[in-house]
């Protein structure tokens, strides 16, 4: 079975740093990227950042490009959002997901096969 599993959410204060990890398993295509996404209260669910797991290329929705990084580790089949300069704005539930490479870096949630439960982010201001 695939499994993800996100982790690393908690209360910051803004300005402050958190950093989110992704635990996968199960997958049975070879080349795949992984997302991250996130809904605040009221709003819909939306892209974050994903990553390609063949070479590491990226993508990042346009509010948090200089704040946050996201990497992976294949051998640990864990990826990882780092998230710096939070703001109140960030406060959503993330969550990590995961499609094939063909489709190409993006955040077009139906092309997304798997998904995990998610891990709360709060920044206070």
């Known amino acids: 079975d695939v499994q993800l599993q996100a982790s690393g959410g908690g209360l910051v204060q803004a300005g402050g740093s958190l950093r989110l990890s992704c635990a996968t398993s199960g997958f049975t295509f070879d080349d795949y990227a992984i997302g991250w996404f996130r809904r605040a209260p009221g709003k819909e669910r939306e892209g974050v950042s994903c990553?390609?797991?063949?070479?590491?290329?990226?993508y990042y929705k346009d509010s948090v490009k200089d704040r946050f990084t996201i990497s992976s580790d294949n051998a640990k089949n864990m990826v990882y959002l780092q998230m710096n300069s939070l703001k109140p704005e960030d406060t959503a539930v993330y969550y990590c997901?995961?499609?094939?490479?063909?489709?190409?870096?993006?955040?077009?949630?139906?092309?997304?096969?798997?998904w995990g439960r998610g891990t709360q982010v709060t920044v206070s201001s």
């Open positions: 990553i390609s797991s063949s070479d590491r290329s990226t």
């Open positions: 997901a995961v499609q094939r490479a063909s489709y190409g870096l993006g955040f077009d949630q139906r092309n997304y096969d798997y």
